[in-house]
């Protein structure tokens, strides 16, 4: 599980970016007590659904 601070680091955007994904249900999360927190998984998840909407149509 990551915080969100970790979680813009690796996706190399701000907190404030990532608090609107969490928001939006754009990624998955889960709230720890006060806290939230994303699995590392959701990550690359999310990397791969980009990199599918990258692709171009041959």
């Known amino acids: 599980m990551l915080t969100l601070r970790e979680v813009a680091k690796a996706l190399r955007v701000s907190t404030a970016t990532v608090y609107r994904m969490v928001g ?15 699995p590392a ?18």
């Open 24 to 38: 939006a249900g754009a990624l998955e999360h889960f709230r720890v007590l006060n806290a939230i927190r994303v």
């Open 41 to 58: 998984l959701a990550i690359e998840r999310l990397a791969e659904a980009k990199a599918s909407d990258n692709e171009e149509p041959n």
